[in-house]
């Protein structure tokens, strides 16, 4: 495990945020990290993320790292700060109609696929490109596009997670050239977990999402 602070230390020459992931931790194992000034916290599960919201301070800044199903958008869009985990026009679009109910424009990340494992989500390269350049895509004022995520394959070849991560900033930059060069907002690369984050910042990670690391071993999830 390692100290909030000591971790923020590392970020900090590269200016890469951190975003604790805290799925599975309870309330006060969550507030000892807020005690220490962090407000930014993921959730992968939108049911847990809720509840937590519920009962801790309105300041926390929460976000979406898990696959997100349409069905559930409607409960967290009044409050959710980024969405890193947007997979389909579908979920963007049900993202975009519910913000517009709640009078916001939501920040969301474009999630690829980079892993070789076919157990994650996320769009291909192409699949995204084409959304973008569509006029459906162009129609959704309440949702705001801030970057892009991505989760590397979990092996212990390191040179397979830099390839990994070295992909999606490609895609970042291709997107950023094509599609949002006059977007200033568009600039997050989030990258890197607790096993493989310095491989992401060496590789331009803006985000990091660290959960284990901070919190220790989860039981499940
Ligand atoms: C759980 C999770 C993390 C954090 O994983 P750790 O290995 O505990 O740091 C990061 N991103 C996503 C999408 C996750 O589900």
Redesign the pocket.
Known sequence: MKELQELLKELEPTHTSLVA?S?THAPEEIMELYDKGQRDF?E?RVQEMIEKYEQMPKDIRWHL??HLQTNKVKYITSWVHLI??VDSFKVLKEINKRAAQDNRVIDCLLQFKIAEEDTKYGFEPEEAYEMLRSEKFRNLKNIRITGVMG?ATFTDDEAQVRREFRQLRNIFQHLKGNFFADQDSFREISMG???DYPIALEEGSTMV?????LFGE?AY?
């Open positions: 992931v799925k993921g992968n790292i898990g890193h985990s989760m977990m607790s096993d999402r660290i959960g284990s690391l989860r999830g």
